[in-house]
């Protein structure tokens, strides 16, 4: 395929209002179809992509498209997968607070199964279930008690997070539900964080798994139809034109070779970061470049209010100049030539009234002059959907290639 460089859609961006994403639509088939080589070719292995990721419509659509399935978090996320063609029985449903409504949609729709994080919540989806006369389906999301190395507010899989019921209480649950006339137990749930780029963290989650089904075996339950591991793989934010696609044959392989299914048994994965986080890019104009003492800033017209990561989680994204230079290949930008400065160092800063809206600093980019369009580039996964209206912001437009390009 041939690779179309963000600069050389300059001219298009420009006419448009910004900030607002771009999502390239080619990587993301490149990306789908990375992952569909690895999960095709082994049995009952399925992928529901993590809409929290990013849930914009058109690229919704062209992930179900592409033959995947849908991990929901809220009964808007459920919505947004029904609208956009994902069907119901491809839909699983976790959070450690569900709503009643959200509940009663989910039954209401038909979803393959509840990922439920506590006894109480599988008493009032129990409770719902009688009272709609459905059953349903319902997965354990168990806290495997794995760490990951990775950032402390994206760690989910330590006894001290709330998600999930300790795995000490797993064989108490599971005989809870099998009592219920309205439940049915399906299988057990995982998910140790976000952004793990080792992978001996997802080994040491099976190696956990491993245990936990030799467990349930000794005490005979056999009905554990789907093994879930979550997400949870990391993108390359520092060279994101280098590693567009992540290494997702190692990520597979290390499921392949240490967790041990049951004959029949189905593995589901629920990746968000990984297929959603290259193909995006936030697009914004620098409106003035300010001396000051000890400093030069940067100021660019998005901020927090479009992408929070930066201020969130102190992450930190590349910024590129589309307007003076090219690509970031080994992660620093080279200038045209065109009697600008070939590196100069900036804090580059959103407008919003907060210090935390900093996007990077002493960030260096070809000279920056008012006008310049910049990309933060790998903004694809928790970009857009954590968009805020903070002082009255506008939430961002978003924009396909096919869009762009046509
Ligand atoms: C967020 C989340 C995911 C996706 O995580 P990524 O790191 O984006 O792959 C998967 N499963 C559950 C339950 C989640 O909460």
């Known amino acids: 395929m041939v690779k179309r460089l963000l600069?050389?859609?300059?001219?298009?961006?420009?006419?448009?209002?910004?900030?607002?994403?771009?999502?390239?639509?080619?990587?993301?088939?490149?990306?789908?179809?990375?992952?569909?080589?690895?999960?095709?070719?082994?049995?009952?292995?399925?992928?529901?992509?993590a809409v929290k990721a990013c849930a914009n419509a058109k690229v919704l659509r062209q992930i179900q498209r592409a033959g995947f399935g849908a991990d929901c978090v809220s009964g808007g996320e459920i919505r947004a997968c029904l609208e956009n063609g994902f069907p119901a029985s491809e839909i699983v449903y976790a959070g450690v607070g569900k709503s009643d409504w959200e509940i009663e949609l989910a039954l209401e729709a038909g979803i393959q199964y509840f990922n439920v994080e506590s006894i109480p919540e599988l008493e009032v989806i129990a409770e719902i279930a009688t009272r709609m006369n459905r059953v349903a389906n319902v997965s354990f999301r168990i806290n495997p008690n794995v760490g990951a190395h990775t950032h402390v507010n994206i760690t989910t899989g330590l006894a001290e997070n709330k998600f999930g019921i300790a795995k000490e209480d797993m064989l108490h649950v599971i005989r809870v539900a099998q009592a219920m006339p309205s439940v049915r137990f399906v299988g057990l749930h995982f998910h140790i964080g976000s952004q793990i780029l080792q992978m001996d963290d997802f080994e040491a989650l099976c190696h956990r798994i491993n245990e936990l089904q030799d467990q349930l075996e000794a005490s005979g339950i056999t009905e554990v139809h789907n093994i879930n591991v979550g997400g949870g793989l990391g993108i390359d934010y520092q060279n994101p034109d280098g590693t567009p696609i992540p290494d997702f044959k190692s990520y597979f392989e290390t499921y392949a070779k240490h967790l041990k299914l049951r004959p029949g048994q189905r593995l589901h994965f629920e990746l968000g970061r990984a297929v959603t986080g290259q193909c995006g890019s936030l697009i914004t104009r620098c409106l003035y470049v300010k001396q000051a003492k000890a400093k030069q800033f940067a100021i660019v017209d998005a901020g927090m209010t479009e992408l929070l990561r930066p201020a969130l989680y102190g992450a930190l994204h590349q910024i590129q100049n589309l307007s003076a230079g090219q690509g970031t290949l080994d992660g620093v930008q080279q200038a045209d030539g065109d009697g600008r400065q070939a590196a100069v160092k900036y804090d580059i800063v959103g407008p919003i009234c907060e210090s935390s809206d900093?996007?990077?600093?002493?960030?260096?980019?070809?000279?920056?002059?008012?006008?310049?369009?910049?990309?933060?580039?790998?903004?694809?996964?928790?970009?857009?959907?954590?968009?805020?209206?903070?002082?009255?912001?506008?939430?961002?437009?978003?924009?396909?290639?096919?869009?762009i390009l046509h």
């Open 358 to 403: 900093t996007f990077a600093k002493d960030f260096l980019l070809p000279e920056t002059r008012r006008g310049d369009l910049l990309a933060i580039r790998s903004a694809g996964a928790y970009g857009e959907t954590m968009a805020s209206q903070y002082n009255c912001r506008e939430l961002p437009k978003a924009y396909t290639t096919e869009e």
């Open 7 to 49: 600069q050389d859609l300059e001219g298009r961006f420009e006419s448009l209002k910004t900030p607002f994403y771009y999502y390239d639509t080619d990587l993301l088939a490149e990306t789908l179809s990375a992952i569909k080589n690895e999960t095709d070719k082994r049995d009952g292995w399925h992928l529901h992509y």
